[in-house]
C-alpha cells in the first residue's frame, strides 16, 4: 500500500507550490519514525536524504537509455 507525503514550499518570492509524493507505507512510516527521532520535519529527512543519495542515483540511466539498446538495433 502506497501512502501520501505532501509538503508545501515557498519558491522564488511568495509563490507557494504543493507537492504531493507518495512512499509505500513501510516507508513513510520510518521516515516519520526517523524526523521524530531527530525533532525535525518530513521535508527535512526527505531533503536531507535527497542531498546524501543524489550523486548515486544520478548514475541511473534514464527510462530512455537502455543498456545493449545500441546493439541490439545494429542487429536488426
Same mark, same amino acid.
Given at each position: 500500500?502506497? /501512502?501520501? &507525503?505532501? *509538503?508545501? /514550499?515557498?519558491?522564488? !518570492?511568495? @509563490?507557494?507550490?504543493? +507537492?504531493? &509524493?507518495?512512499? =509505500?507505507? %513501510?516507508? &513513510?512510516?520510518?521516515? +516519520? %519514525?526517523? $524526523? *521524530?527521532? +531527530? @525533532?525535525r520535519? &518530513?521535508?527535512?529527512?526527505? +531533503?536531507? $536524504?535527497?542531498?546524501?543519495?543524489?550523486k548515486?542515483?544520478?548514475?541511473? =540511466?534514464?527510462?530512455?537509455?537502455?543498456? !545493449?539498446?545500441? @546493439?541490439?538495433?545494429?542487429?536488426?
Open positions: 500500500m502506497w /501512502s501520501l &507525503l505532501e *509538503t508545501s /514550499s515557498r519558491m522564488a !518570492g511568495s @509563490d507557494k507550490r504543493k +507537492q504531493s &509524493l507518495y512512499f =509505500p507505507e %513501510d516507508m &513513510l512510516k520510518e521516515i +516519520q %519514525d526517523e $524526523a *521524530t527521532r +531527530q @525533532d520535519s &518530513l521535508s527535512w529527512i526527505v +531533503q536531507k $536524504a535527497w542531498k546524501i543519495a543524489r548515486e542515483i544520478m548514475k541511473y =540511466p534514464s527510462v530512455n537509455e537502455f543498456p !545493449g539498446e545500441e @546493439d541490439e538495433k545494429e542487429i536488426a
